[in-house]
């Protein structure tokens, strides 16, 4: 079984930044990415950003150039650093990965509770 804790998410004003943290825990063998998705009220939940082991990284574009996500892989940890933030990044943002663990090595998909960024003046 595999844990995602995330942390960092309130209220902030247009235009201001906000870290978001997420730790992995549990058995874990490997992680293939961590990311985040959001999800708005009455919207479908959305990628934001995600990352490789290897480092590679995917932004959905309304966040490019904007949001970061960086990882460590030693600590099975990632974050997402959002700058300029904007009224309509307002959103429950949840973690997740792709792992396997000592108990079986087939891939799955593992989701945190979400947490919440509320961008308002």
């Keep these: 079984q595999v844990r ?4 960092g998410g309130r209220l902030v004003q247009p235009g201001e930044s906000l870290r978001l943290s997420c730790a992995a825990s ?4 490997s992680i293939a990415f961590m990311g985040w998705y959001r999800q708005a009220p009455g919207k479908e939940r959305e990628l934001v ?10 932004y ?13 892989n030693a600590k099975n940890t990632v974050d997402l650093q959002m700058n300029s933030l904007k009224p309509e990044d307002t959103a429950v943002y949840y973690c997740t990965t792709r792992a396997n663990t000592w ?12 947490t919440q960024v509320t961008v308002s003046s």
């Excluded at 995602?4 to 942390?7: N, P, R, T």
């Excluded at 549990?26 to 063998?29: C, E, N, R």
């Excluded at 950003?49 to 990284?57: N, Q």
């Design 103 to 114: 108990r079986t090595s087939a891939f799955y998909d593992y989701w945190g509770q979400g």
């Design 49 to 58: 950003a995600r990352i490789s082991l290897s480092g590679r990284t995917d």
């Design 26 to 29: 549990g058995s874990i063998l």
């Design 60 to 72: 959905a574009d309304f966040v490019k150039g904007r949001f970061t996500i960086s990882r460590d």
């Design 4 to 7: 995602l804790a995330e942390s």
